[in-house]
């Protein structure tokens, strides 16, 4: 059984008949019937039955299914791997950013172009733990991400620690420059995330180490919603600097948090262990070079 039986049989399961897996393969009835039936004799296990025009899938075939996309996506990382030898100044990056994102990414982005125009840019934004999922199962390449986080499966640079802030809007006119957390314990709290995930458990973890009970009102990871909700006053939002120093909506005013150590970090990450292309490699290069160039 050979590599393209499997993308035969793949094309079958997927397809649920002989003639539409016939037309994606474009290939003719006969020969696909011919070639599911020598692997079913190769195998000595039958690994589709026919109910009426559809094909249903054994258990045996169900196993198969599994492996035989494991091992032809093992055999398209191996081509990507030999093609990639090169400089890697052709494909697409695929690339994961947290909904906090760095506020130096578009810079790094033009940077990165520059030097390799024909690249092209697979974007997703997602929470921090969610990218770090995507990156497992190798649907993005790299991902920025708030830490603290589980990485122990990934390879980490560390880009940069940001201080938090209060975001308030214009109608609570007594917060003053600088806030403690003892003060902010008394407005209703927004937190940037969900609970369990980094900037959620960094913020949460600060207020307890000073035996302070936040009063949280609401999570919401979808940053311009939160902004709304601040401006609205629904509530007061600790979130890292980088929200800061991108243009606050009107009506939002931002004040220091003082008197705790707490910081929000951000990491690029990839998969330990594994095929990483060239392309890859030359952004990971781009990002040590510009954290270096900031030290």
């Given at each position: 059984m050979d590599?393209?039986?499997?993308?035969?049989?793949?094309?079958?399961?997927?397809?649920?008949?002989?003639?539409h897996a016939a037309n994606r393969l474009h290939i003719s009835q006969p020969p696909l019937s011919q070639q599911l039936k020598a692997m079913e004799e190769e195998l000595g296990s039958i690994l589709v039955y026919r109910?009426?025009?559809?094909?249903?899938?054994?258990?045996?075939?169900?196993?198969?299914?599994?492996y035989a996309l494991?091992?032809?996506?093992l055999m398209e990382e191996a081509k990507a791997e030999v093609q990639e030898v090169g400089n890697g100044d052709k494909g697409t990056l695929r690339l994961g950013i947290n909904t906090l994102s760095s506020v130096e990414l578009p810079a790094w982005l033009h940077e990165f172009r520059a030097k390799f125009p024909q690249v092209s840019y697979k974007i997703q934004q997602n929470e921090s733990y969610q990218l770090c999922e995507l990156v497992r199962?190798?649907?993005?390449?790299?991902?920025?991400?708030?830490?603290?986080?589980?990485?122990?499966?990934?390879?980490?640079?560390?880009?940069?620690?940001e201080p938090f802030y209060l975001l308030a809007s214009d109608q609570q006119t007594s917060l003053e420059q600088e806030m403690p957390l003892s003060q902010i314990?008394?407005?209703?709290?927004?937190?940037?995330?969900?609970?369990?995930?980094?900037?959620?458990?960094t913020i949460q973890m600060a207020f307890s180490e000073q035996n302070l009970q936040p009063n949280v009102v609401?999570?919401?990871?979808?940053?311009?919603?939160?902004?709304?909700?601040?401006?609205?006053?629904?509530?007061?939002a600790i979130v890292p600097e980088t929200l800061v120093k991108r243009h606050l909506p009107d009506h939002i005013h931002a004040f220091r948090i003082t008197g705790t150590p707490a910081t929000?970090?951000?990491?690029?990450?990839?998969?330990?262990?594994?095929?990483?292309?060239?392309?890859?490699?030359?952004?990971?290069?781009?990002?040590?070079?510009?954290?270096?160039?900031?030290?």
């Open positions: 590599i393209r039986q499997l993308r035969y049989f793949i094309a079958i399961v997927e397809e649920g008949t002989i003639s109910r009426g025009k559809r094909l249903e899938i054994t258990e045996s075939g169900k196993a198969l299914y599994k494991q091992m032809t996506q199962n190798r649907a993005l390449e790299l991902a920025i991400v708030r830490l603290p986080l589980e990485l122990d499966d990934f390879s980490v640079l560390h880009l940069h620690t314990v008394q407005y209703p709290l927004i937190l940037p995330s969900t609970e369990g995930l980094g900037v959620y458990y609401a999570e919401c990871s979808d940053i311009s919603l939160l902004l709304r909700l601040v401006a609205s006053d629904f509530g007061v929000a970090s951000t990491a690029l990450i990839w998969l330990k262990d594994y095929h990483i292309s060239r392309m890859a490699l030359n952004f990971i290069d781009l990002l040590t070079a510009a954290k270096a160039r900031h030290m």
